[in-house]
């Protein structure tokens, strides 16, 4: 038996893998049959019998550029005939040095002026989390040690990431194990806080302009620059969560910029290597980071990393992948396609009047309600996984993607063509058919 043999492989991952978010019980029943993709090319997947598929949540919310693109296959190929990796501890590398230049570069000059690399989101967000706590300890105000977050917030799965979060379903288990936490639905409710509560704060974080996990959805315009100036003048940090936003996905660089705003810490991941290797940064102030400096005997010291912080080849692909942005010119070339995703939501709406409900667009994200009843308001039952239902249906004409609930989600990469776009719409179009009939 050869290990390519899809019914082995199957019988391994049942026998062996725990998948993240899934129910194993349903996974590894007789009648289902894991998807093994072991291809890509541009904005399409191929599975382990040759059958494509457009990549129509871009590999969760990952991919920028499209799978294989020559520029960024080159650095990795590039970097890894030098070295795959480097400790930062100790020592520095080349591609690390110059993205952290890099990312600096995309904000006003003397703004965000540091970075701070790891591994994922929810790494960039603990590593902003303890920044944020020792920098008011190191700054004389060790009473801020709480947070304030929205409901329905989601910011990654480590402990402290977990307890920010603000989806019950994800964080109820282990609220009373994390950070002290309050969630407000909205900017209104955060306003309404005491200022002796707001006294106690470390830091506030958001997603900005949309909220990702909670069903894609969209803060109105105004509210972070609302935020920003509340956190100015309560003394309070600003952490800011673009590991979605990032990187184009909203139609310009970061959901920041659609406002003006800079946080204290930003934090990114996702879209950082345009979806090839796991890397994060947290970016922050001159002025904060400043807080941290002093004889090795004070212990200011910042005593937190990962073994594979700044990895060279991560590195090499998002500097890569930041170049992309520029040759292919990727966000001027977003904004028609963006226009086309709008009318294109606004017919399938039309076609799908009893079962589509809110359609949500933010940049190049859409974010579709179906419900069983939707000019009653009344949804499916969520035991009966209509959304995941219907994204099996859409697989059947060629779409990958993964609801939210019975949020069905479309976010295809930045390169995605508008014939591309207009396939993805079809699909899904043929999967609700196909299940809410
Ligand atoms: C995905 C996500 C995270 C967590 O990132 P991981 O790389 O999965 O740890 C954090 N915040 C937001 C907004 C996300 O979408």
């Given at each position: 038996m050869t290990s390519d043999d899809p019914a082995t492989l199957t019988q391994w991952d049942k026998s062996h893998a725990w998948h993240p978010f899934t129910q194993m019980q349903d996974w590894t029943a007789p009648a289902h049959q894991p998807l093994f993709i072991t291809r890509g090319e541009g904005v399409w997947l191929y599975d382990i019998e040759g059958r494509r598929y457009l990549d129509g949540n871009s590999t969760i919310w990952t991919n920028l550029h499209g799978h294989r693109h020559p520029r960024l296959d080159a650095a990795l190929a590039?970097?890894?005939?030098k070295i795959a990796h480097v400790s930062a501890l100790g020592f520095a590398n080349e591609p690390a040095t110059r993205l952290a230049r890099a990312l600096v570069q995309l904000w006003p000059e003397g703004t965000l002026q540091r970075v701070f690399f790891s591994d994922d989101g929810s790494t960039a967000i603990e590593c902003a989390v303890k920044m944020a706590l020792q920098y008011h300890q190191l700054t004389g105000h060790p009473e801020r040690s709480s947070f304030a977050a929205f409901e329905n917030a989601y910011h990654g799965d480590t402990m402290a990431a977990a307890t920010l979060g603000g989806i019950s379903t994800f964080t109820e288990r282990f609220r009373r194990f994390g950070l002290s936490t309050g969630h407000f639905p909205d900017m209104a409710a955060l306003e309404q806080m005491p200022r002796e509560s707001s006294a106690t704060l470390a830091a506030v974080i958001i997603e900005p302009l949309i909220q990702g996990s909670a069903g894609m959805r969209t803060w109105p315009a105004g509210m972070l620059g609302a935020l920003r100036h509340w956190c100015n003048e309560r003394g309070v940090l600003l952490i800011c969560d673009?590991?979605?936003?990032?990187?184009?996905?909203?139609?310009?660089?970061?959901?920041?910029?659609?406002?003006?705003?800079?946080?204290?810490f930003l934090c990114l991941a996702k879209g950082l290597t345009g979806g090839y290797l796991p890397l994060a940064a947290t970016l922050t102030r001159e002025s904060i980071y400043e807080a941290f400096l002093g004889r090795f005997e004070e212990l200011k010291t910042f005593f937190y990393g990962h073994?594979?912080?700044?990895?060279?080849?991560?590195?090499?692909?998002?500097?890569?992948?930041?170049?992309?942005?520029?040759?292919?010119?990727?966000?001027?070339?977003?904004?028609?396609?963006?226009?086309?995703?709008?009318?294109?939501?606004?017919?399938?709406?039309?076609?799908?009047?009893?079962?589509?409900?809110?359609?949500?667009?933010?940049?190049?994200i859409?974010?579709?309600d179906v419900l069983a009843d939707a000019?009653?308001?009344?949804?499916?039952?969520?035991?009966?996984?209509?959304?995941?239902?219907?994204c099996l249906a859409a697989r059947d004409a060629g779409l990958l993607t993964r609801p939210i609930r019975d949020t069905l989600i479309l976010m295809p990469p930045l390169c995605t063509s508008e014939a591309e776009l207009r396939h993805?719409?079809?699909?899904?179009s043929h999967g609700i058919a196909a299940v809410c009939r």
């Open positions: 590039g970097q890894a005939a673009e590991v979605l936003t990032g990187f184009g996905r909203t139609g310009r660089m970061f959901a920041c910029h659609h406002e003006g705003v800079v946080p204290d073994s594979y912080t700044g990895n060279p080849l991560a590195c090499a692909v998002a500097l890569a992948s930041l170049e992309v942005f520029q040759e292919e010119d990727t966000l001027a070339r977003l904004q028609p396609k963006m226009a086309l995703m709008g009318s294109l939501l606004t017919d399938l709406k039309a076609r799908h009047p009893q079962h589509l409900g809110a359609v949500r667009q933010c940049g190049f859409a974010g579709l000019p009653a308001g009344r949804p499916f039952p969520w035991q009966v996984q209509t959304g995941a239902r219907i993805a719409m079809q699909a899904l």
